[in-house]
DNA sequence: TTAATGCTTCGTCTATGGTCAAACTATGAA
DNA sequence: TTCATAGTTTGACCATAGACGAAGCATTAA
């Protein structure tokens, strides 16, 4: 038996179904309360107390006191990719969750999954950067062209302010929805802060949904996606 | 409630510390049997067969049946990487398995598989076979060539008395130490076998360590893996 | 102060699921 | 055939930990 990291312990952590559900709804990136999260697991404000102590301590989940309240959010954006690695491996491995809600084709459409776009518009985009030369791909790697950086740069995205920050500034990210990829990373942030900026998209309160205009939608396509 | 990938059945799968143990066992991209990682974990085979199922129906782990032994390994690299961003983030965070015990690298060298020989010089035996054309490999089939069989004649070992038992001459075998194929079937018996007569090689008593002697190791390298 | 809200702690209950021994199946060797 | 080894299945046991209600803090508003 080898020593190392102990992968039980966060497996455990993300194992139980309402701690689980509480990490996927923070995923948007969103702060959350106590009583938000316990109502979002489908459990009294007593267990979601017991629950948000244990992800605290394991670091999962940063805590900012408000007034009464208490806000948690996903501690870091590590913790966020793994979440988005574990639902596009369970997409795969055709797990879903059987509890049903209100069933939301806007959610397929455009949403946030952590802190960049996802859905149809965001394979959209990610598919256009590719064709287009804007990104490469090799072997799981994503790379901004020299053509891609003019263009982001054109486009009002200090590129290069992004590389010198610790994160990555391509990644892909499997779409749970459409099982296919799209653009996480720094650049994929940056890109949804901007469509946000100039008024193409904003995110629906209190959930994950991001409702483009008509108008953003067309030009988001014809931009990137051409 | 969303609808979504369920994270939960996979936090799970992966929270229980002797399944930890295995898929951490397993993440060399080596392929184990059941026995094996059993013994990683540290639990019977009872229980470790049961672990093994559930990872199986998950889709985390693929199984390839070999005579009386079942080898498990990942079932893709996807895996893989979620096991390793688990383990980095698990890292990060202090989360440490204290447990340790030996490893030896005697058993990696040269083994007994069965009856044959395997670890990295069976390894190198049944390449070389194959690049000095003595073996053919087609789709999981080995079958020896009429060069292959002059030169086992001329070695010492009778293969048309080898050919007439009910036992298949020439198999391929998955070697855990290398995750590559070795020989085996009656042919590789009737080698390690002439190894023995000739002094090149001995069982170590109660083990399952072959060790080779320097000129012996030698002769076999020169003789078949030139 | 009093009341209301947000959240945590405590005590207790309960069920899920991990564990093993023993019996059984399957494959290979003699 | 008979024996040995590898692995699975079954059934019983039991510890862990998730669930809730009630009580206890903490913060805000009146």
């Given at each position: 038996?080898?020593?190392?990291?102990?992968?039980?312990?966060?497996?455990?952590l993300i194992g139980?179904?309402?701690?689980?559900?509480?990490?996927?709804?923070?995923?948007?990136?969103?702060?959350?309360?106590?009583?938000?999260l316990?109502?979002?697991?489908?459990?009294?404000?007593?267990?979601?107390?017991?629950?948000?102590?244990?992800?605290l301590?394991?670091?999962?989940?940063?805590?900012r006191?408000?007034?009464?309240h208490?806000?948690?959010?996903?501690?870091d954006?590590?913790?966020?990719?793994?979440?988005?690695?574990?639902m596009?491996?369970?997409?795969?491995r055709?797990m879903?969750?059987?509890?049903?809600?209100?069933?939301d084709?806007?959610?397929?459409?455009a949403?946030?999954?952590?802190?960049?776009?996802?859905?149809?518009?965001?394979?959209?985009?990610?598919?256009?950067?590719?064709?287009?030369?804007?990104?490469?791909e090799?072997?799981?790697?994503?790379?901004?062209?020299?053509?891609?950086?003019?263009?982001?740069?054109?486009?009002?995205i200090?590129?290069?302010?992004?590389?010198?920050?610790?994160?990555?500034?391509?990644?892909?990210?499997?779409?749970?929805?459409?099982?296919?990829?799209?653009?996480?990373?720094a650049?994929?942030?940056?890109?949804?802060?901007?469509?946000?900026?100039?008024?193409?998209?904003?995110r629906?309160?209190?959930?994950?949904?991001?409702?483009?205009?008509?108008?953003?939608?067309?030009k988001?396509?014809?931009?990137?996606?051409?």
């Amino acid at each position: 038996m080898k020593e190392g990291p102990d992968i039980a312990l966060l497996g455990a952590l993300i194992g139980d179904p309402a701690r689980a559900n509480m990490l996927t709804s923070l995923m948007s990136g969103k702060a959350l309360t106590a009583s938000e999260l316990a109502a979002e697991a489908g459990i009294t404000p007593a267990t979601a107390s017991v629950h948000l102590k244990k992800l605290l301590a394991a670091a999962l989940l940063r805590q900012r006191k408000q007034g009464r309240h208490r806000y948690f959010a996903l501690a870091d954006d590590e913790v966020g990719s793994l979440l988005e690695t574990l639902m596009g491996l369970a997409a795969k491995r055709g797990m879903l969750r059987t509890r049903t809600g209100p069933k939301d084709p806007a959610l397929r459409k455009a949403r946030v999954c952590y802190n960049h776009l996802a859905g149809d518009l965001g394979v959209s985009l990610y598919e256009g950067l590719i064709t287009t030369g804007h990104l490469r791909e090799d072997d799981d790697e994503v790379t901004l062209t020299v053509a891609g950086q003019a263009s982001m740069e054109q486009f009002g995205i200090d590129v290069g302010a992004l590389q010198s920050g610790r994160r990555a500034l391509c990644k892909s990210c499997l779409d749970w929805s459409s099982r296919r990829t799209h653009l996480a990373g720094a650049l994929g942030t940056a890109l949804l802060g901007r469509f946000y900026d100039l008024g193409w998209a904003k995110r629906q309160e209190g959930s994950r949904v991001i409702t483009f205009s008509g108008s953003g939608e067309k030009k988001l396509l014809e931009q990137f996606a051409a």
